[in-house]
């Protein structure tokens, strides 16, 4: 066996049983501000919820709204001691953390004791993942059902000063409160059900301090060429209308080369992107060496930093 791969296989085993071990402490014996039955019966009571007036929908914009978005439905597997929740994600917030740190430069010593901008963090199982290994991190859900749930964990398991959360888009965070605050973007499973991606990707670099890195997950299209697939919120995937389980609203799914160029039309430099074929995903990761411009010809928002 070539000895770096031997050794990057070791890094990688390494970090995902460091990983499991540290999200172990999110058991209902280390709860810190409730008791477990309340603890249970909270969580217990929002799953399959359905109300979509929560999220502020007029009955007549209900029909064109995200499943998800609607009906609530927990993020990540979790064993809490007492009971455990599984996920329609399962493992993914490990596996994607493993995965970051086995195709890119990085260690898991890199996501430790930093400021992270966790970008969607669902009912926030890589939020208090993060968490564990000592990040202080801003937490964003644009569906306020699940920012609630994220930050009543953070809350309840006495990480609430580690861990902020708030219910808004990433658009909403074009402000001056955002600018070159983080030395982490974790932005996995996001930018993809996004309409306005280079945007996107420029906020968050804005967010960066300098130096500062992102990382990337997304569907995508497995090509060379530049390319993007558009969906848009009409087409759906697996699942079913009656139990509002579908997936879908996707808008532009980069290829590798795409998300490329993307990220460095946003600014970024020491940019790697991928394919990934056993998910068939695309991974990116890229780096804010200096506060480059962007070209405004075009731009939505052109007034943007």
Not at 215 to 223: D, H, K, M, T
Request: net charge negative; proline share 2%; aromatic share 12%.
């Amino acid at each position: 066996m070539n000895e770096a791969l031997h050794n990057n296989g070791n890094k990688v085993q390494s970090a995902r049983e460091e990983l499991q071990k540290l999200f172990c402490v999110y058991q209902t014996s280390n709860l810190q501000s409730v008791n477990k039955e309340e603890f249970s019966q909270y969580l217990l009571s929002k799953l399959e919820l359905i109300d979509a007036q929560s999220e502020g929908y007029s009955d007549d914009e209900i029909e064109r709204q995200r499943d998800l978005s609607i009906k609530f439905h927990w993020g990540h597997d979790h064993d809490f001691g007492e009971f455990k929740l599984k996920g329609k994600m399962g493992e993914r917030h490990i596996d994607l953390l493993v995965n970051f740190i086995d195709f890119f430069p990085v260690a898991i010593e890199d996501f430790k004791n930093k400021s992270v901008f966790d970008i969607g963090c669902w009912t926030g199982g890589t939020t208090l993942l993060l968490a564990a290994l000592g990040n202080k991190t801003l937490a964003i859900e644009e569906v306020k059902k699940y920012a609630e749930v994220t930050s009543y964990l953070s809350k309840s398991f006495g990480i609430d000063d580690q861990v902020s959360v708030k219910a808004i888009s990433v658009y909403d965070c074009n402000s001056a409160e955002f600018y070159d605050q983080f030395d982490i973007v974790y932005f996995p499973g996001v930018i993809y059900h996004l309409s306005d991606p280079l945007l996107a990707l420029r906020i968050l670099f804005n967010s960066l301090k300098i130096g500062g890195s992102i990382f990337i997950e997304s569907a995508g299209v497995n090509s060379e060429e530049p390319i993007c697939r558009f969906e848009g919120s009409l087409i759906y995937g697996a699942g079913e209308k009656e139990r509002l389980s579908r997936s879908g609203w996707n808008w532009f799914l980069p290829s590798p080369t795409a998300l490329y160029r993307m990220m460095r039309e946003a600014g970024f430099d020491e940019i790697e992107t991928l394919w990934h074929h056993r998910t068939d995903r695309v991974y990116g990761y890229g780096k804010k060496i200096s506060q480059a411009g962007i070209c405004k010809a075009g731009l939505s928002v052109p007034s943007i930093k």
